[in-house]
Structures are given as structure tokens and as C-alpha cells.
Nanobody, 117 residues
Framework: QVQLVESGGGLVQPGRSLTPSCAAS????????MNWYRQAPGKEREVIAF????????GYADSVKGRFTISRDNAKNTIYLQMNNLKVEDTAKYYC??????????WGQGTQVIVSD
């Protein structure tokens, strides 16, 4: 059974850091591109970062470029999102996602990030 479990969110002040992770089970994520998405209240879910199976191809949305770093540990079947210099506008629920049509319907429960004074 395919499962994605995000964790590591929290409440932080602007300028601080968090590193959410996404643990996969029921499949080997080493075969797939993986994405991080986020959804802020009242907004559509948006992709913010992607990473290729062996980390050779990585990309970011302009809104997080230079502040966020996506990484993966295929041996642990886990991906990460290091988020530095967090801003209030980064407040959202963060999700990982498997970037392939055959696995497109699988989503985890997400991890909530709140950036506030």
C-alpha cells in the first residue's frame, strides 16, 4: 500500500528554519521524480520544488528559490525540504507527491507550517 507521510512542520518566527520530511512506504521512491507542494488557506495547491531520482535535476518555484532546498535519501525512502529564512507568506500545509501519472492520486496528510510573530 502506497503511503506518503509528511512531518516536521511547526510554528516558527519569520527568519527561522524548518526541515519537513516525507517518508514513503509501499514503493521505492528512488525510481521517481518527487515534488513538494504547498497549499495556503484560500489558495490552490502549488508545486514549489522537484527532485529527480538521483538528485541530478532539481528545480524551485521563484517564491522559494534561494531559501528552500529539496533533497532525498533513497536508502531511507525519504525526501526533505530545508526551509530557511521563512516568511509569513510561507504559511501553508506542505505535501510531497510522486511525479508520475500512475502514482498521481497518492497524497499524504501534509504537514502544517505557520510562520508568525
Amino acid at each position: 500500500q502506497v503511503q506518503l507521510v509528511e512531518s516536521g512542520g511547526g510554528l516558527v518566527q519569520p527568519g527561522r528554519s524548518l526541515t519537513p520530511s516525507c517518508a514513503a512506504s509501499g514503493f521505492s521512491l528512488s525510481r521517481y521524480y518527487m515534488n513538494w507542494y504547498r497549499q495556503a488557506p484560500g489558495k490552490e495547491r502549488e508545486v514549489i520544488a522537484f527532485i529527480s531520482p538521483h538528485s541530478g535535476h532539481i528545480g524551485y518555484a521563484d517564491s522559494v528559490k534561494g531559501r528552500f532546498t529539496i533533497s532525498r535519501d533513497n536508502a531511507k525512502n525519504t525526501i526533505y525540504l530545508q526551509m530557511n529564512n521563512l516568511k509569513v507568506e510561507d504559511t501553508a500545509k506542505y505535501y510531497c507527491h510522486i511525479d508520475t501519472p500512475s502514482m498521481d492520486t497518492y497524497w499524504g496528510q501534509g504537514t502544517q507550517v505557520i510562520v508568525s510573530d
